[in-house]
C-alpha cells in the first residue's frame, strides 16, 4: 500500500505525512512546478504545469489497495476505478455511491459560473477538519492492518 497526494493546493500534505511516518507507509508526493513540495519521509514527482497533469500521472501510478488524498472529483472516480481508496481534505471518503453525485454538482456549478454566475468560495480551514481527515486516515490505515 502507498499513499498518493494530490499536492496541489492541497492543506493536508503535513497532517498526511505526520500519519505515514508513524505508520510507516511509503508516500508519494505529486505537484507541478509551481507548488514544488518536498519532504525527507516521502518522494515527491514534479510534473510540468498543465490542466490535470498531475491527476493524470497520479492516476497511472496508482494501484488497487492504495489510497489517494484529493480534493478533486475527477480524480476521484479515476482512482476509485482502479480500486483505490479516496480520501478529501476533510476526511471524507470518496465511494462508488457518493462520486457520481459530486461530478454531477462539479458539472452544475461549472454550468453556472459559465453563465457569469458566482458560487459562494470555500471557508476559512478549521482545525476541526484538520482533526477529522487526521482521524479518518488513522481508523483507515488500522482497518487495512497497517502499523500494527
Known amino acids: ?13 503535513k497532517n498526511t505525512l505526520k500519519i505515514v511516518e508513524k505508520f510507516h507507509i ?20 514534479v510534473v510540468e504545469k498543465g490542466a490535470d497533469s498531475v491527476d493524470f500521472h ?8 492504495d489510497i489517494a488524498i484529493t480534493q478533486d472529483y475527477g480524480l476521484a472516480a479515476m482512482c476509485l476505478s482502479k480500486q483505490a481508496t479516496v480520501l478529501n481534505q476533510d476526511g471524507r471518503e470518496y465511494t462508488n455511491e457518493n462520486i ?13 459560473r459559465q453563465s457569469g454566475g458566482r458560487l459562494k468560495g ?26 500494527l
Open 1 to 13: 500500500m502507498k499513499i498518493y497526494i494530490d499536492a496541489d493546493g492541497c492543506p493536508v500534505v
Open 26 to 45: 511509503p508516500c508519494v508526493i505529486i505537484c507541478d512546478t509551481a507548488h514544488r513540495i518536498e519532504h525527507e519521509n516521502a518522494e515527491t514527482i
Open 122 to 147: 470555500m471557508p476559512k480551514r478549521t482545525v476541526a477538519q484538520d482533526i477529522a481527515f487526521e482521524q479518518t486516515l488513522r481508523e483507515l490505515l488500522i482497518k487495512n492492518g497497517e502499523g
Open 58 to 65: 497520479l492516476v497511472n501510478l496508482i494501484q488497487k489497495g
Open 100 to 112: 457520481s453525485g459530486l461530478l454531477e454538482f462539479r458539472a452544475v456549478s461549472k454550468k453556472i
